[in-house]
T-cell receptor, first 117, second 115 residues
Framework: AQSVAQPEDQVNVAEGNPLTVKCTYSVSGNPYLFWYVQYPNRGLQFLLKYITGDNLVKGSYGFEAEFNKSQTSFHLKKPSALVSDSALYFCAVRVFILTGGGNKLTFGTGTQLKVEL | KAGVTQTPRYLIKTRGQQVTLSCSPISGHRSVSWYQQTPGQGLQFLFEYFSETQRNKGNFPGRFSGRQFSNSRSEMNVSTLELGDSALYLC??????????????FGPGTRLTVL
């Protein structure tokens, strides 16, 4: 069964510094990987996804993520953090289900990002 | 395009009651998925509907059910509510043309509190 791990419950970073939120995955077959962000009392907002091709994926609000197949990782990065980036970040994986199709995401436990002045 | 909408945004129920939550997907999207989010269990997949058919189901008891209408709008129902059903229920839609690459777009959620 596919799974996603986010090893850090919280990441603290100073505004203007680069940030990294870690994610590792375990799937059989080719993974489709996603990053979402959640602000308080809100739903999940899509940031970016990796399907195939270039290992560096660029997404919304200056975020990017690097897919590393050998390390089964998909870390989220941003060169310069903003206080407004403070939120809960989720990594998710989806494996295409051949029987009956389907569209199920398996999420990590989330990483709280705190950006301070 | 309007995003995914969910109604109501907040609900308070008592144990034993039942509840129905509604989700309107992004126009043109045919797949609707439901997730439960709790502090203890995180985000868990409930079920997915596509063209009015349930295509996938998560590991939840039969008290949790859903359906999808011909206009792709979806409802989920929870019967005989328990305290542990208190959660944020999220709906997501995707165009789902048969490939796994489609992005799921989430609504704001319905916050259910069971007393």
């Amino acid at each position: 069964a596919q799974s996603v791990a986010q090893p850090e419950d919280q990441v603290n970073v100073a505004e203007g510094n680069p940030l990294t939120v870690k994610c590792t995955y375990s799937v059989s077959g080719n993974p489709y990987l996603f990053w979402y962000v959640q602000y308080p009392n809100r739903g999940l907002q899509f940031l970016l996804k990796y399907i195939t091709g270039d290992n560096l994926v660029k997404g919304s609000y200056g975020f990017e993520a690097e897919f590393n197949k050998s390390q089964t990782s998909f870390h989220l990065k941003k060169p310069s953090a903003l206080v407004s980036d403070s939120a809960l970040y989720f990594c998710a994986v989806r494996v295409f289900i051949l029987t009956g199709g389907g569209n199920k995401l398996t999420f990590g436990t989330g990483t709280q990002l705190k950006v301070e002045l | 395009k309007a995003g995914v909408t969910q109604t109501p945004r907040y609900l308070i129920k008592t144990r034993g009651q039942q509840v129905t939550l509604s989700c309107s997907p992004i126009s043109g999207h045919r797949s609707v998925s439901w997730y439960q989010q709790t502090p203890g269990q995180g985000l868990q997949f409930l079920f997915e509907y596509f063209s009015e058919t349930q295509r996938n189901k998560g590991n939840f008891p039969g008290r949790f059910s859903g359906r999808q209408f011909s206009n792709s709008r979806s409802e989920m129902n929870v019967s005989t509510l328990e305290l542990g059903d208190s959660a944020l229920y999220l709906c997501a839609s995707s165009s789902q043309q048969g490939a796994g690459a489609d992005t799921q777009y989430f609504g704001p959620g319905t916050r259910l509190t069971v007393l």
